[in-house]
C-alpha cells in the first residue's frame, strides 16, 4: 500500500471511530434537502471552504466538480450528473460557481498535449482528443465570461427542464466572498 493510502485508510479509521463515539453516524437522505445542485471547480483550495463559504451543510446539495465548472456539451459526465440530480433527486436550482485565480485560465489544449507526450500518449492519441481539447480548454480565458458561457450553454441544454433556476457565481478562494453573476430567478428562460 502507498504512504499516501495507508495514510487515507488510517485517518477513515480515526474518523470512523470518533464519529461513532459521538453519536454522529445517523444516516442521511440521498436527497439535497435544499434541492440545489452546484457545478464548481475541482479546485484544491475550495475543499471543505466552498460549502461553508455558501452556507451549506452536509445533505444540502449536490455538488459537482470538474475543472473549470464547465459544462458545455449537450451530453456528457456533467450533464448526466445534472440530470440525475433534477430528475431523480428533486433539485430545483443549479449554481455554476467558479472561482477566482482559476488554473484552467492558463491550461491551453497546445500545453496539454505536449505534457500528454511527455508522459508517452501517442500521436495518435493526441490527435483523437485534440478537438475536444481546443474546445474545452482553450475557451476559458475569463473567470466571469466562462461562467456565464457555461450557464447560458446548461440554460440552452435540451435535456434539462426550463423551470430550473440555473444562477452563477463566482468565490474567491482566499476569503469566500462569492459576487453573484446571473440570478436565474429573475432571468427569463425561454
Keep these: 500500500m502507498s ?15 470518533e464519529r461513532a463515539a459521538q453519536g454522529l453516524l445517523t444516516p442521511l437522505s440521498k436527497y439535497p434537502q435544499r434541492n440545489l445542485a452546484v457545478l464548481t471547480c475541482m ?46 433527486l428533486g433539485v430545483q436550482e443549479i449554481i455554476v460557481m467558479g472561482h477566482d485565480g482559476c488554473g484552467m485560465l492558463h491550461t491551453t489544449a497546445a500545453g496539454l498535449s505536449q505534457k500528454m ?6 500521436e495518435d492519441v493526441i490527435a483523437g482528443v485534440q478537438p475536444q481539447l481546443k474546445e474545452w480548454a482553450d475557451a476559458i480565458g475569463d473567470v466571469e465570461m466562462s461562467v456565464r458561457h457555461t450557464v447560458e450553454c446548461l440554460r440552452c441544454n435540451p435535456y434539462l ?20 453573476l446571473v440570478d436565474g430567478s429573475t432571468e427569463c428562460r425561454v
Design 43 to 88: 479546485d484544491t483550495r475550495l475543499l471543505d471552504f466552498l460549502e461553508p463559504a455558501m452556507g451549506l451543510r452536509r445533505g444540502e446539495a449536490k455538488i459537482i466538480k470538474v475543472a473549470g465548472n464547465t459544462a458545455t456539451a449537450d451530453f456528457d459526465a456533467v450533464i448526466g450528473s445534472l440530470l440525475v440530480a433534477v430528475y431523480e
Design 3 to 17: 504512504m499516501l493510502l495507508n495514510q487515507i485508510v488510517t485517518a477513515n479509521a480515526q474518523f470512523v471511530s
Design 117 to 122: 507526450r511527455d508522459r508517452g500518449i501517442s
Design 161 to 180: 427542464p426550463k423551470d430550473i433556476a440555473i444562477h452563477g457565481a463566482v468565490i474567491h478562494p482566499d476569503n469566500g466572498q462569492i459576487r453573484i
